[in-house]
C-alpha cells in the first residue's frame, strides 16, 4: 500500500516553494539582470526571504533577519545555506527592481490559475455584496475609553476603532464609523438594512 509522503514533516513555506521554478526565477532574473554581479544572496533567495517575512509578519530587516537566525537549522529546507546579512538584505531592497518579483507571481499565477476556484459571485450578489473591516488606532488613556479588560496592575490603553464598510461593487468606502475600540463590528451590522 503506497502512500504519499511529499509534504511529510516539511515546513508550509517549503511546501510552498516547489510549486514556484527555480529554473524560471533564472530566466527571469537574466532578463532584468537581477543578478548581475551577485554572488550569493540571488533572486531566489531574496524571493524566500521575502516569503518567510511575509509568514512570519515581520516589519524590519533586523526582525527579519533575527528570525532568520532563529530558524537557521530550518534554511536547508529552503534551499538556502546561509542567513543574509543585513547590509546584504538592505542593498538588494534597493537594488533589485520591484518588477523581477511581480513576473516571477505572474508566471506562478500563469502556471497554476487552472487549479484556482473558478466560482465568481453573480453580478446580482457583487450589486449586493458589502465588506466590512475595522482598524483600532491606539490614543491615550485620557482621551477615549480604554481598550479590552482591566489589567492587574490597572493601566489600560485607550483606543478609536475605525469601522469601514466598502460596497463591493464599486471598491470605495461606503460608511465609515468611529467608536471606542472596545466595541465590536457586529454593532454596525444592525444598520446593514438600510445599505441598500
Given at each position: 500500500m503506497s502512500k504519499s509522503t511529499n509534504f511529510t514533516g516539511q515546513p508550509i513555506l517549503s511546501q510552498l516553494l516547489m510549486y514556484i521554478?527555480?529554473?524560471?526565477?533564472?530566466?527571469?532574473?537574466?532578463?532584468?539582470?537581477?543578478?548581475?554581479?551577485?554572488k550569493k544572496f540571488t533572486t531566489y533567495n531574496h524571493l524566500v526571504v521575502m516569503?518567510?517575512?511575509?509568514?512570519?509578519?515581520?516589519?524590519?530587516?533586523?526582525?527579519?533577519?533575527?528570525?532568520?537566525?532563529?530558524?537557521?537549522?530550518?534554511?536547508?529546507?529552503?534551499?538556502?545555506?546561509y542567513v543574509v546579512r543585513r547590509s546584504t538584505f538592505s542593498e538588494a531592497n534597493e537594488r533589485r527592481s520591484s518588477?523581477?518579483?511581480?513576473?516571477?507571481?505572474?508566471?506562478?499565477?500563469r502556471k497554476h490559475a487552472s487549479f484556482l476556484a473558478d466560482s465568481r459571485l453573480s453580478d446580482t450578489d457583487i450589486k449586493r455584496l458589502y465588506i466590512?473591516?475595522?482598524?483600532?488606532?491606539?490614543?491615550?488613556?485620557?482621551?477615549?475609553?480604554?481598550?479590552?479588560?482591566?489589567?492587574i496592575?490597572?493601566?489600560?490603553?485607550g483606543g478609536i476603532k475605525a469601522h469601514t464598510i466598502i460596497k463591493a461593487e464599486e471598491n470605495v468606502p461606503h460608511l465609515i464609523?468611529?467608536?471606542?475600540?472596545?466595541?465590536?463590528?457586529?454593532?454596525?451590522?444592525?444598520?446593514?438594512?438600510s445599505f441598500t
Open positions: 521554478d527555480k529554473g524560471n526565477i533564472r530566466k527571469t532574473a537574466a532578463k532584468h539582470q537581477a543578478d548581475r554581479y551577485v516569503l518567510f517575512i511575509a509568514f512570519e509578519g515581520y516589519h524590519s530587516i533586523r526582525e527579519a533577519v533575527l528570525g532568520l537566525l532563529a530558524n537557521a537549522h530550518k534554511l536547508p529546507h529552503l534551499g538556502m545555506s518588477k523581477v518579483f511581480g513576473d516571477i507571481y505572474m508566471s506562478v499565477y466590512m473591516d475595522s482598524t483600532t488606532i491606539t490614543l491615550l488613556k485620557d482621551i477615549l475609553k480604554g481598550v479590552g479588560r482591566n489589567p496592575e490597572g493601566k489600560k490603553k464609523r468611529y467608536s471606542e475600540a472596545v466595541r465590536h463590528d457586529h454593532t454596525f451590522l444592525k444598520r446593514g438594512s
